[in-house]
């Protein structure tokens, strides 16, 4: 099914709603920092919870994620369920900490807690990893998908779309700061939650004869129910390339182990995501839009996840595998190999009919330029608070600090789109670049934690562990690169690897500040009471609610 006019002229209003919107909340300009970084701290709980999920879902979710679901099924969703849970650990217990301190970014609770020197040297480290990681990876991810919706699938419309996709968001992000970013933010989360839906309903009635979308996943759950286990074994599902899930899913790690490492990095201490949660209007509805934040991803797999069980379904062969001769022509590689991330622009292309599909590639925009705008807005305000202003211009004007946020966004902006057609090229070099944020998370991760809660932690030992961190974690990396029959080398699953780094950087950090100290505590530590951390009643319910449902979840599908 081609892209006909009526999709086009769907698309165009959405992109015309969307910058009417920001240029609406905003008409009157950003006249001080507060306003541009921060929203004025006026967002309530509902627009900080649409915002917190439109900032994460982006083509990684709708594409890498449908990928998985496909390769894996349904235990890739862990990353979503376990998310939920996080949030509400991030509103209880990290949120009273770091509005009491009144943060613009996260390098700077570095610097109340440390030192000037650590909060520097990590926030060229966020400033790198936006520009070099995130923001070229959404946009070549992104462009990708949208080349094999919109086009025919060859790479000719790879790069306009990715500059069209730079300029869209760059048009209303740019000058509305994170009022407007946010603002959209409530309109992109509907519209990618009701055209995930639309996609998720229209492939479930394609697999029953008799259509529907309950008798659709009957028949899912019954030909492979092997992709609806979420706790997986060693050797339990192989990937159509001949990969052992577990390697990706190592089985309870997903709920007691290393996936705390990445969930815990990804909600509690990432600029685009927490800085949200920061422009509240006071910590309740802060906490109660993580709440709400909390329920919506319970849905996400819904949207992303079953969708690729679906195409997998649907490509299926005889002997219940797919295979190069039973896919569709779109999941071969050049190599005869088996695509998974074509599961979600295939089902896409294949069976949305004209106009909803105009509609459901609105949404996959929506998700790939919201989270672009939060990500452009935070690197903007790293560079400004953390950088820019302690190094540049101590006095600086409030619209002179506007002003260099606004340049500098742009600049990052510029060399994303310069490096991400470049993305294509790297083969599996791209999987490793993904895989970086992997190897410093860890040791990020401790830092926090230990700087949160443990009065005795030192800025000295603080920066042992973050330098001694990454050799660990490398450490990790050589068993699988030709040194797996040494006695000296571990190799173990990825998740497994984040998560003893991270207690390895932990012990160091502990061991430093107590040698250096000798027990005592820092005179930077946190004083900390039960008194902090007590929540709303609102916040409570929904915790137990949330809870509950993901008891069930797991319960069922384990």
Known sequence: MKFEFIDYAIFVAYAVLIV??????????EKTSEDYFLAGKSLPWWAIGASLIAANISAEQFIGMSGSGFAIGLAI???EWMAAITLLI?????LPIFIEKKLYTIPEF????YSENLKTILAVFWIGLYIFVNLTSVLYLGATALDTIMGMGDGSMLVPAIIGLALFAALYSLWGGLAAV???????????????????????????????VLAGFKVIYEQVPDKFSMILEKGEIITPNGRDAWWDLPGLAVLIGGMWVANLYYWGFNQYIIQRTLAAKSLRESQRGIAFAAFLKLLIPLIVVVPGIVAYVLNVGPDGMVTAESAAPSFIGDNGNIINDNAAPWLISSFIPAGLKGLVVAALAAA??????????STATIFTMDIYKPYFNKTASEGSLVNVGRISA??????????????????QVFQYIQEYTGIVSPGILAIFLLGLFWKKATNKAAIWGAVLSIPIAL??????????????????PFMNQMFWTCLATMIIIALASYLENKGADDEHGIPLSWQLFRTGRAFNISAAVVCLILIVLYAVFW
């Open 410 to 427: 742009a600049a990052a902006l510029v060399i994303a789109v310069s490096i991400a057609p470049q993305l294509q090229n790297l083969g």
């Open 77 to 79: 969703a862990s990353y």
């Open 20 to 29: 009417g919107i920001a240029y609406w909340v905003t008409r009157k300009g």
């Open 90 to 94: 991030v509103g209880k217990f990290f």
């Open 475 to 492: 450490y990790f990396k050589v068993a699988p690169n030709g040194w797996s029959d040494s006695p000296f080398f571990l190799e173990l």
């Open 110 to 113: 570095v610097q109340q807690r």
């Open 182 to 212: 946010a603002w959209t933010d409530v309109v992109q989360v509907v519209l990618l939650i009701v055209g995930g839906l639309i996609t998720t309903f229209i492939a479930l009635s394609h697999v029953s004869p008799d259509g529907g």
């Open 368 to 377: 790939i330029v919201s989270s672009l705008a939060s990500m452009l807005n």
